[in-house]
Nanobody, 113 residues
Framework: QVQLVESGGGLVQAGGSLRLSCSVS????????MAWYRQAPGKQRELVAA?????LYADFVKGRYTISRDHANNTVYLQMNSLKPEDTAVYYC?????????WGQGTQVIVSP
C-alpha cells in the first residue's frame, strides 16, 4: 500500500521560510515524477513543482522554492523561501505514475503579512 505523509507546514511571517517533507512508503511502479501541489481556500489545486526526468516550477514560485529528493530515504522536500501571504494554502505531495497519482493528506501553510 502506497502512503505519502507530508510534514513541515505551519505559520510563518512574510519573508520567512519553511521546509516541507513528504515521506513515501510502499512500492510505486512506473513512477514518472514526484510533485508538490497546493490548494488555497476557494481555489483549484495547482502544481507548484515537480521532479522527474526534469525539474519544473510554477512561475509564481520560481526563484523562491526548491524541490529535492532523497532517494535513499524515499523523501521529497520543498524548500520555500521568501514566503508571501498569497502562498497560504494546503500543500500536497503527489507521486505521478503512468496509471494513477498518489496523494498525501496535505500540510497547511499560513503566511502572515
Amino acid at each position: 500500500q502506497v502512503q505519502l505523509v507530508e510534514s513541515g507546514g505551519g505559520l510563518v511571517q512574510a519573508g520567512g521560510s519553511l521546509r516541507l517533507s513528504c515521506s513515501v512508503s510502499g512500492s510505486i511502479f512506473n513512477l514518472n515524477a514526484m510533485a508538490w501541489y497546493r490548494q488555497a481556500p476557494g481555489k483549484q489545486r495547482e502544481l507548484v513543482a515537480a521532479s522527474g526526468s526534469t525539474t519544473l516550477y510554477a512561475d509564481f514560485v520560481k526563484g523562491r522554492y526548491t524541490i529535492s529528493r532523497d532517494h535513499a530515504n524515499n523523501t521529497v522536500y520543498l524548500q520555500m523561501n521568501s514566503l508571501k501571504p498569497e502562498d497560504t494554502a494546503v500543500y500536497y505531495c503527489a507521486a505521478i505514475t503512468v496509471r494513477e497519482n498518489y496523494w498525501g493528506q496535505g500540510t497547511q501553510v499560513i503566511v502572515s503579512p
